[in-house]
Nanobody
């Protein structure tokens, strides 16, 4: 079984940048697609973007051109580079992996964009 741990969240000013990490343990991630989601207070969890096993990516319209997802299979880690952050990006960010037939989630990391 795979376990996921997100890190890198924090408080950042509008226009700033953060890089989130999603570190996997228990098994290699290299064969599996992974994704980033976020959930703002009072809102449903929404897709930020995803990356396939071969590195293909897709993004929500709200983050296109600002966020970049990447993966380092040697480090068993996925990343979310967030640039030009806006207050509306404030949320708890979660990563997941579709591991065989199971969708596994991390515990989340808080991102707050505020001046």
């Amino acid at each position: 079984q795979v376990q996921l741990v997100e890190s890198g969240g924090g408080l950042v000013q509008p226009g700033g940048s953060l890089r989130l990490s999603c570190a996997a343990s228990g098994s290699s991630i290299r064969l599996y697609g992974m994704g980033w989601y976020r959930q703002a207070p009072g809102k449903q969890r929404e897709l930020v973007g995803a990356i396939g096993s071969v590195g293909n990516t897709n993004y929500a319209d709200s983050v296109k051109g600002r966020f970049t997802i990447s993966r380092d299979n040697a480090k068993n880690t996925m990343y979310l580079q967030m640039n030009s952050l806006k207050p509306e990006d404030t949320a708890v960010y979660y990563c997941n992996i579709l591991y065989r037939t199971a969708l596994i989630w991390g515990q989340g990391t808080q991102v707050t964009v505020s001046s």
